[in-house]
């Protein structure tokens, strides 16, 4: 089985992945580092260098092959993941998949602090940034609600998260 996570820049993919991957005991892929370490590139230094279709393509490579390989995987996917080409679908089709549903504000406090490793909204001045999240977010959530599930994460431990997948999985 492949439990995917998707969800917005921030929303906590990460981090439970790697809870998830401890208490399931599957291995975790995160598709952020699979591209960083195909490309030996910072994904900064790969927007900068190659452009993001360069990106989207490789990610949709790189998410093919994940998929294809139908072992037991923790996988995080990279916030923009589902909402280009089919790959909603093919994630859809192949895993099963969770929405972390964070709000603005939360999303926003969090990003404010990492900005810089994230070329999306490197140049987003602070103050603009709740604006373009909320937009943003807006424009993916067709795709973000596509996914099996949708966790509410806002004020939840993540400890708390990780157990309701598990259940929800029946695991
Ligand atoms: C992106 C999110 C990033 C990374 C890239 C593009 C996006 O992943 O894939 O910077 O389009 O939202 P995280 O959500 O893990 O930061």
Redesign the pocket.
Known sequence: MIIALA?????G??RIAKLLSTATGFPLL???KE?VQRENAS??EI?QAKG?LY?RRL?RQILEQIVNSSQDTVL??????P??FDNISLIKSTTRSFYLQASVPTLVSRLLK?KA?????ANVLDEDLPEFVAK?LFE?LPYYAQCEFIITTDGKKPEDITSEIIQLLDL
């Open positions: 969800g917005y820049m921030g929303s993919k990460s995160d598709l952020d591209i994904i900064a927007f993001e990106f990610e995080s996917l990279g916030g923009g993941t909402a280009y990492q490793k994230r070329p999306l909204i943003h993916r």
